[in-house]
């Protein structure tokens, strides 16, 4: 076997109404999200055995598969508790950091035909993966990122389980050396391979709109609010290139990212090269932010590490 395949984890997750092993899961091979990637995906952060943004994410999930007409084949309430059982088997060292709740919905098993059949069973998939945090010595300097003409499909606002374009993206910068691969459409900022992106610029938030060439990630509407109780200008409008490379600051922002500061882009400075103040100002109050989530043990789903 490859050493990959060997190094797989045997945690517990959730297929079609079993829990079993994740070595032993298995779909068929005429499962719509194998054969068309004809499915969607979410992507919870889970701190210290507590969901943070759990409605905000199935929220997102309902959006992706309304695009696709494929129904929900759960309800939140079955949902967290899928959630909560997979939280509660996983180790106690895995409960005690950072974790991610992987959800994926595809459309079911069918005869290979590009028309969407109706009447198919969903194939609901959910497993818990460690996640690495960004290290302290990182966010202290700030990430290299490189530049890309975006590539992809013009339907960026489903989160599709369709992700060749951004394994292609993320890619470039992994053979640059980069921690990111921030993405153009022509002269207009998109996104990253798996990130949100923002500029700062006299102390104003500015961000791509929520379109069909942007997945509006969780934490646009987080940022928003962190920005709004700190008292930080939010704007979501066109960034042109010549605006990103001129920022004061800029930003990504991810489920496991939270928000990290760019030093470098294209080997060019970002503002002065170190991490700034509304960055300082957003990561603290995303901390706070989780501290707050968790202290809702009411809403959580009572996991605890």
Not at 1 to 12: N, V
Request: aromatic share 8%.
């Amino acid at each position: 076997m490859h050493p990959i395949i060997d190094a797989l984890p045997d945690s517990l997750c959730y297929l079609d109404g079993t829990y079993t092993p994740l070595r032993d899961a298995k779909v068929s091979v005429l499962d719509r999200g194998f054969i068309f990637g004809d499915g969607v995906y979410e992507v919870v952060p889970v701190y210290e055995g507590h969901l943070f943004c759990f409605e905000e994410h199935m929220a997102r999930l309902d959006r992706s598969l309304a695009e696709l007409q494929i129904a929900n084949p759960l309800t939140a309430v079955q949902w967290r508790a899928i959630a909560a059982q997979l939280i509660e088997a996983s180790p106690a060292s895995a409960r005690a950091g950072m974790q991610g709740l992987y959800i994926q919905v595809t459309r079911g098993v069918a005869p290979r035909e590009h028309a969407m059949p109706q009447g198919l069973k969903p194939t609901v998939f959910v497993m818990v993966n460690p996640m690495k945090p960004v290290p302290d010595a990182v966010r202290a300097k700030g990430v290299a990122c490189v530049s890309a003409h975006d590539f992809r499909w013009q339907k960026a606002h489903i989160k599709s389980t369709s992700l060749l374009g951004a394994v292609l993206a993320r890619q470039i910068s992994v053979e640059a050396g980069a921690a990111e691969t921030i993405m153009f459409r022509g002269d207009w900022l998109s996104e990253a391979s798996s990130s949100n992106v923002w500029i700062v610029k006299q102390g104003a938030v500015i961000g791509p709109p929520k379109d069909e060439l942007v997945l509006a990630g969780i934490r646009y509407g987080l940022i928003e609010r962190l920005c709004a109780e700190a008292g930080i200008p939010f704007t979501l409008r066109r960034i042109g290139r010549d605006e990103v490379f001129a920022a004061d600051e800029l930003l990504l922002s991810s489920a496991s990212k939270e928000v990290l500061p760019v030093a470098t882009l294209d080997g060019l400075t970002i503002g002065n090269g170190q991490p700034g103040p509304i960055y300082q100002t957003l990561f603290a109050a995303y901390q706070q932010a989780k501290e707050d989530a968790k202290a809702r043990s009411t809403q959580d789903i009572g996991v605890t590490a």
